[in-house]
């Protein structure tokens, strides 16, 4: 039996996008996902997040459902949209009386609230009038919005994410442009990611400064793979790390030690902003947690200087060409239905390598799942692969755990069957199914799984 530590956080999450739906309801304003998922070509079937869940609705049951897992609390975001229509200025009362009353249920429940202030959905006044996350206002608006939130909701709120996702935001957002606002640019994602990072900077300042008594904590949550070396050569092991440091270093050097790691500087030279000292001071030491999302694993090999990676099978251009790395995978990895590769032995590389990196830091496993095509079966869902995939990357961290890595709580992405953004309804990471048209729902045998875990509080 391997055990986790008693006080071990489970879990699930959302976004609100992804599973919300009500669009337009009680005066929320459009958002760059509103915008981008109906503008044609973007997302597959030309699928939006309209209706969705319809969990603006049907929250009671859907905390029902998540009682009836065993779950002791629930990570979902607010959308910005809600609480402030136009991303500024007063906040609307419907969009703080729908997350109150969501707050309130799951209290009543005994759900631990785990609320991420930002998962994407950026105001689309604020897009046309500040110019998103590219502009220079957008992170004192993104400030504001926050301490209305903390204002409202932190006398029941213990738990803040910051960010969800930067890189994200600003690879699929800025570089390839497959996410909202689909913009490709190769010097973009560098403007976009430092503006995040002030964002998340400004808002915590305001929260350790102006709400430090309601007794919270407050961090940002990153994703990232694992990066294996290729081969054993010196080259490639350099080139993996070069590449962890790309992708999560990128966002977490300054939250732990004030600055972009130093090999971005180099690569980058003025392509890269820079922070001021006094930016360096607000940044640093600015998250009580190191939030993580991970799903995959692949191999980075070293691409010698003026050589172009435009052609590797992952790597092309842009910000891959800044790092010289080559991505590829191993094609006896079995995958996922996003094609992503199932390598649970990466988690745990990951976490003693963010462990070893930031020294230890408390870390909250805030995303992990995959996606497998579910067929009803006399209306259940079976879902060995999804199990056996969870079954894999619990047990990584476990073995992380005992090989000294300070891990906290682990929530599966996702409770819900969702709005899977550009790949639209057809990727279901739910451990709860969901008929879109009839919007039924039924636990999966992941859930079933999960449940037995939770109870246990570990793997058998
Ligand atoms: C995350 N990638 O997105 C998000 O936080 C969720 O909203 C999403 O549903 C989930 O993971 C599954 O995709 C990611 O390309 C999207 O590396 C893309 C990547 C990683 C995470």
Redesign the pocket.
Same mark, same amino acid.
């Not at 996702?165 to 689909?182: D, K, N, R």
């Not at 930016?279 to 600015?286: A, C, F, V, Y």
């Given at each position: 039996m391997k055990q986790f530590p008693t006080n071990f956080l489970w879990g699930s999450a959302t976004?609100a996008y992804?599973i919300e739906g009500a669009h337009d309801a009680d005066r929320k304003g459009p958002h760059i996902w509103d915008v981008f998922a109906h503008t044609p070509g973007k997302v597959h079937r030309q699928e939006n997040g309209d209706v969705a869940c319809d969990h603006y609705n049907r929250y009671p049951a859907d905390i029902k459902l998540m009682s009836e897992v065993g779950l002791k609390s629930y990570r979902f975001s607010i959308s910005w949209a809600r609480i402030q229509p136009d991303g500024k200025g007063d906040p609307n009362p419907a969009g703080i009386a729908f997350y109150g009353k969501l707050i309130d249920n799951l209290l009543a429940n005994d759900i631990e609230p785990w609320v991420t202030l930002h998962?994407w959905d950026l105001p689309a006044a604020l897009q046309m009038e500040d110019d998103g996350w590219l502009g220079e206002t957008t992170s004192d608006h993104f400030a504001q919005y926050a301490s209305i939130c903390f204002e409202h909701f932190g006398d029941r709120v213990k738990n803040w994410i910051t960010m $969800?996702?930067s890189w994200?935001m600003s690879i699929?957002g800025f570089h390839s442009g497959l996410f909202a606002p689909g913009r490709k640019s190769a010097d973009e994602p560098y403007r976009a990611a430092h503006n995040l990072l002030l964002a998340h900077g400004k808002a915590v300042r305001v929260y350790r400064e102006q709400f430090k008594s309601q007794g919270g904590q407050i961090g940002m949550t990153n $994703?990232c793979?694992w990066r294996h070396p290729l081969t054993d050569s010196e080259a490639d092991r350099a080139a993996a790390q070069r590449s962890l440091e790309f992708m999560l270093a990128w966002f977490a050097d300054p939250i732990y030690f004030g600055d972009y790691p130093a090999v971005m500087r180099e690569h980058l030279g003025d392509r890269l902003p820079k922070f001021t000292d006094e930016e360096k001071e607000m940044l640093k030491g600015s998250s009580d947690f190191f939030g993580l999302?991970h799903?995959t694993t692949m191999y980075a090999g070293d691409v010698p200087a003026g050589q172009s990676v435009e052609n590797g099978e992952y790597a092309n251009g842009g910000v891959f060409s800044d790092q010289h790395v080559a991505l590829t995978t191993d094609p006896a990895w079995e995958t996922t239905d996003?094609d992503w590769p199932i390598v649970p032995w990466g988690f745990r590389e990951l976490l003693l390598w963010i462990s070893a990196r930031y020294q230890r830091p408390p870390i909250y496993i805030t995303?992990n799942g995959c996606a497998t095509p579910d067929t009803l079966l006399a209306g259940e869902v079976d879902d060995p692969q999804r199990i056996a995939y969870l079954n894999g990357y619990v047990g990584a961290v476990h073995e992380a755990i005992e090989k000294g890595a300070d891990v906290r709580g682990y929530f599966v992405?996702?409770l819900l069957d969702n709005f899977?953004?550009a790949s639209g309804y057809d990727k279901r990471?739910g451990i709860i199914h969901v008929d879109f048209k009839t919007q039924q729902r039924k636990l999966k045998s992941s859930a079933h799984w999960f449940r037995k875990v939770i109870e246990r509080n570990g793997l058998a």
């Amino acid at each position: 039996m391997k055990q986790f530590p008693t006080n071990f956080l489970w879990g699930s999450a959302t976004s609100a996008y992804q599973i919300e739906g009500a669009h337009d309801a009680d005066r929320k304003g459009p958002h760059i996902w509103d915008v981008f998922a109906h503008t044609p070509g973007k997302v597959h079937r030309q699928e939006n997040g309209d209706v969705a869940c319809d969990h603006y609705n049907r929250y009671p049951a859907d905390i029902k459902l998540m009682s009836e897992v065993g779950l002791k609390s629930y990570r979902f975001s607010i959308s910005w949209a809600r609480i402030q229509p136009d991303g500024k200025g007063d906040p609307n009362p419907a969009g703080i009386a729908f997350y109150g009353k969501l707050i309130d249920n799951l209290l009543a429940n005994d759900i631990e609230p785990w609320v991420t202030l930002h998962h994407w959905d950026l105001p689309a006044a604020l897009q046309m009038e500040d110019d998103g996350w590219l502009g220079e206002t957008t992170s004192d608006h993104f400030a504001q919005y926050a301490s209305i939130c903390f204002e409202h909701f932190g006398d029941r709120v213990k738990n803040w994410i910051t960010m $969800n996702e930067s890189w994200v935001m600003s690879i699929l957002g800025f570089h390839s442009g497959l996410f909202a606002p689909g913009r490709k640019s190769a010097d973009e994602p560098y403007r976009a990611a430092h503006n995040l990072l002030l964002a998340h900077g400004k808002a915590v300042r305001v929260y350790r400064e102006q709400f430090k008594s309601q007794g919270g904590q407050i961090g940002m949550t990153n $994703n990232c793979d694992w990066r294996h070396p290729l081969t054993d050569s010196e080259a490639d092991r350099a080139a993996a790390q070069r590449s962890l440091e790309f992708m999560l270093a990128w966002f977490a050097d300054p939250i732990y030690f004030g600055d972009y790691p130093a090999v971005m500087r180099e690569h980058l030279g003025d392509r890269l902003p820079k922070f001021t000292d006094e930016e360096k001071e607000m940044l640093k030491g600015s998250s009580d947690f190191f939030g993580l999302n991970h799903y995959t694993t692949m191999y980075a090999g070293d691409v010698p200087a003026g050589q172009s990676v435009e052609n590797g099978e992952y790597a092309n251009g842009g910000v891959f060409s800044d790092q010289h790395v080559a991505l590829t995978t191993d094609p006896a990895w079995e995958t996922t239905d996003m094609d992503w590769p199932i390598v649970p032995w990466g988690f745990r590389e990951l976490l003693l390598w963010i462990s070893a990196r930031y020294q230890r830091p408390p870390i909250y496993i805030t995303e992990n799942g995959c996606a497998t095509p579910d067929t009803l079966l006399a209306g259940e869902v079976d879902d060995p692969q999804r199990i056996a995939y969870l079954n894999g990357y619990v047990g990584a961290v476990h073995e992380a755990i005992e090989k000294g890595a300070d891990v906290r709580g682990y929530f599966v992405w996702s409770l819900l069957d969702n709005f899977e953004w550009a790949s639209g309804y057809d990727k279901r990471f739910g451990i709860i199914h969901v008929d879109f048209k009839t919007q039924q729902r039924k636990l999966k045998s992941s859930a079933h799984w999960f449940r037995k875990v939770i109870e246990r509080n570990g793997l058998a």
